[in-house]
T-cell receptor, first 113, second 116 residues
């Protein structure tokens, strides 16, 4: 049973480009969460999605960031017009509907040059 | 708002010895979960141990145990018989009971070094 899969592991973008980060949850999981980890910091919650619905986006920056979890396919975290401050590790986690544990992927390290 | 504080940015322990990592949290809720996660250099977040706030008994997982003091809002992690593979960042996290399962509040972490 594959765990949470994130790709790419590393992503380099120039300032002003778009970054797309993908997350495939564990089999049977319908809840996806995105976190951001800045250097020397803990993970900060960004958004919580269920299939085709955004449940909680209280941690998402108001501009340039968006997330989706379509009926088919992976969840996507999209960052438009990236800036140097977006450089971070972005983690995805998934859980099932009744569980109390979220399982994490290995993260995508985004570097903006 | 919930907060989680880890006051030890770095800790060091001799192989086979015991080390305790500190964590305090702040919440107005009475029911919640607390977690310790390990993050090795691979970046993978690995759940080490979990505690439900309504349970008085401290959680234990092999060499890992917690000291949960609900009144003091303290949740320390004890690692016994430390091994080289225990070297990692350790994050304490809080989650409200009944909330979205993945909406965790993390501390800033403690970097644990294990000396051979």
């Amino acid at each position: 049973n594959a765990g949470v899969m994130q790709n790419p592991r590393h992503l380099v973008r120039r300032r002003g480009q778009e970054a797309r980060l993908r997350c495939s949850p564990m089999k049977g999981h319908s809840h996806v969460y995105w976190y951001r980890q800045l250097p020397e910091e803990g993970l900060k919650f960004m958004v919580y999605l269920q299939k085709e619905n955004i449940i909680d986006e209280s941690g998402m920056p108001k501009e340039r960031f968006s997330a989706e979890f379509p009926k088919e396919g992976p969840s996507i975290l999209r960052i438009q017009q990236v800036v140097r401050g977006d450089s971070a590790a972005y983690f995805c986690a998934s859980s099932n509907a009744g569980g109390t544990e979220a399982f994490f992927g290995q993260g995508t390290r985004l570097t903006v040059v | 708002a919930q907060t989680v504080t880890q006051s030890q940015p770095e800790m060091s322990v001799q192989e086979a010895e015991t080390v305790t990592l500190s964590c305090t949290y702040d919440t107005s809720e009475s029911d919640y979960y607390l977690f310790w996660y390990k993050q090795p250099p691979s970046r993978q977040m690995i759940l080490v141990i979990r505690q439900e706030a309504y349970k008085q008994q401290n959680a234990t997982e092999n060499r890992f145990s917690v000291n949960f003091q609900k009144a003091a809002k303290s949740f320390s992690l004890k690692i016994s018989d430390s091994q080289l593979g225990d070297a990692a960042m350790y994050f304490c996290a809080h989650m409200n009971y009944g909330g979205s399962q993945g909406n965790l509040i993390f501390g800033k972490g403690t970097k644990l070094s294990v000396k051979p």
